[in-house]
């Protein structure tokens, strides 16, 4: 699965996709995430299956190209 990380590099839970669900793309990006919520089979942490995701990043201070 994939990982949901802070700010600070923490691991806040893990993603699978669910069936015709992409994550790659949304790889280094802040996300909302929406599924059914578990727990990894070995205690890990939280599981979620991910059945709609939106990106969130934050709006860039820089110069727009």
Sequence with gaps: PYMV??????I????????G?????YVG???GISGKKTRLADGR???????S??????PSDGPQS
């Design 45 to 51: 942490g939280p599981l979620i299956t991910a059945e």
């Design 21 to 25: 669900t992409l994550l790659r793309t």
């Design 12 to 19: 806040v839970c893990y993603v699978r996709p669910a069936p």
């Design 29 to 31: 990006h802040w996300v």
């Design 53 to 58: 995701l939106k990106l969130l990043d934050p």
């Design 5 to 10: 990380v802070n700010e600070s590099g923490g």
